[in-house]
């Protein structure tokens, strides 16, 4: 673009308002919502970092395509549309549509798990996770050991660690159910993986004969890092590094409320028809008619369109940017941060930051319910929280990362709001020391952290 200054590719058209309610009222809030973000109302939140799934704003193409959306229960037009889309940005010849990524991982699982098979991945998402051992599988994590190590600056940090994955299928021959590479690796900081990686994994699965999968929620940002940091990428177009990832591959679950720039939405490609068949009944069971699968035609319409925009390069620069800018501004002002910063959030080192709080009283959560009582901004945990017990012992797991994740909504906040964070966490530093951990006084039995509550520990 020729200049150093981080530009949109985009103006903005359309607002909704946004309030900081007073200091007082916020602490009554956390409070009340038993010191669980998760808990609170929208409306008492100024700036919302929870996610950036479903919370992207849309483009006036999305909205006219949504008007022209066609809503026939049985081969609508629109899943023309939508199937098109992806199958032309995925190269995926077959797409059963879902309402989200869940869902996605539910209708493959019930395909392809048996009880006690294993499922080798980077690092699982939670929802993959519990649905892998909600089907009694065992999911396993073999990324990279640096991937651990908040301070260590790879540019490809989400990588599967080749010799921890090749163990894993030697030691489970005849009982593994997939493979699944993690792009970006949400829970390892929203960092990427290379198409050297990629092909390598795809090589060991071939060898090993099983199939090979992506979780590919936010599979542009990931292609937007392999042209920026893999040597032979730096020509490609977006459009062509993301037809090479894929193309290593059997299939993808996706949720389209990360990079098809969306409020809901998911699918999964398949490479085969044969097993895109064997999914479709389980499809029509949780999720509805092949050619809507648990979403409107209208929302099927603006999945087409995102889609699109998710790959355009410029918008890709300045999202990637945006989360860089956080990041290395939090990093000036001495606050712990993940390295390198992820493609969608900036992931602060509770641990570091609040070395006083034991990891059993969830340092990174307690920090989301102070800088929601500081500043009105809601972050989340990636962490201890998050992790939950083991099946087997019901013991805490013990993560070796516990992180507080500022989640940037696309094409939603601007420089000033990222500035406002930065502030708010120097706030936070200044008084450290005095913040106590957390306790539950309700543990919710499963995924734990959207209902549980919590007190100090005094
Ligand atoms: N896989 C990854 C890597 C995810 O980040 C998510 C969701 C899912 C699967 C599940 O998709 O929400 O559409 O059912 N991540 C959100 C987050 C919730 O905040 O990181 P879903």
Request: aromatic fraction near 10%; proline fraction near 4%; include cysteine.
């Amino acid at each position: 673009m020729g200049s150093d200054i981080n530009i949109p590719n985009f103006k903005i058209k359309s607002i909704e308002a946004i309030k900081l309610i007073p200091k007082e009222e916020r602490i009554k809030a956390i409070e009340r919502a038993g010191l669980n973000i998760f808990l609170l109302k929208s409306d008492e939140i100024f700036i919302d970092l929870l996610t950036d799934s479903g919370t992207n704003a849309m483009s006036q193409e999305q909205w006219a395509a949504i008007m022209r959306a066609d809503e026939g229960y049985a081969g609508a037009r629109s899943f023309d549309n939508f199937k098109n889309a992806i199958t032309e940005v995925t190269g995926f010849p077959c797409v059963l549509p879902v309402h989200q990524g869940r869902a996605a991982e539910n209708v493959l699982d019930h395909v392809l798990i048996k009880e006690g098979n294993v499922v080798p991945g980077n690092i699982h998402f939670d929802t993959t996770e519990a649905h892998i051992e909600h089907r009694k599988a065992i999911p396993v994590n073999c990324v990279i050991e640096e991937a651990y190590d908040s301070a260590a600056e790879l540019p490809f940090k989400g990588n599967m660690d080749l010799k921890k994955l090749e163990k894993t299928l030697e030691e489970n021959k005849g009982n593994i159910a997939y493979v699944l590479h993690t792009i970006t690796c949400n829970s390892g900081g929203g960092q990427p993986v290379s198409m050297q990686n990629i092909k390598e994994v795809s090589e060991l699965c071939k060898k090993y004969k099983v199939l090979f999968f992506f979780d590919a929620a936010r599979f542009a940002e990931n292609a937007f890092f392999i042209k920026q940091r893999e040597k032979g990428y730096e020509n490609k177009s977006i459009q062509d590094i993301v037809h090479e990832m894929f193309s290593y591959s059997d299939g993808c679950t996706m949720s389209a409320k990360k990079d098809a720039l969306v409020n809901i939405g998911g699918f999964i490609g398949f490479r085969r028809k044969e097993l895109y068949e064997k999914c479709v009944p389980f499809g029509i069971l949780f999720e509805g008619f092949p050619t809507y699968g648990g979403l409107s035609g209208r929302d099927l319409e603006a999945i087409a369109v995102g889609i699109n925009e998710g790959i355009q390069e410029e918008y890709l620069r300045y999202r990637v940017k945006q989360v860089e800018y956080l990041g290395k501004e939090l990093e000036k002002a001495g606050i712990p941060v993940m390295k390198p910063i992820g493609g969608h959030a900036v992931f602060v080192d509770g641990k570091k930051f609040l070395p006083h709080i034991p990891q059993e009283q969830f340092p990174s959560h307690t920090l989301t319910a102070e800088l929601y009582a500081e500043s009105g901004i809601r972050a989340v945990e990636i962490g201890t929280l998050l992790a939950g017990r083991d099946p087997k012992t019901e013991k805490n797991k013990m993560p070796k990362l516990d992180l507080m994740r500022l989640t940037i909504p696309r094409r939603v906040y601007l420089r000033e709001h990222m500035d406002y964070v930065v502030e708010s966490m120097k706030k936070i530093k200044e008084r450290k020391g005095s913040i106590k951990g957390l306790k539950f006084s309700f543990e919710s039995p499963i995924l734990r952290h959207f209902q549980s509550r919590f007190e100090r520990v005094e």
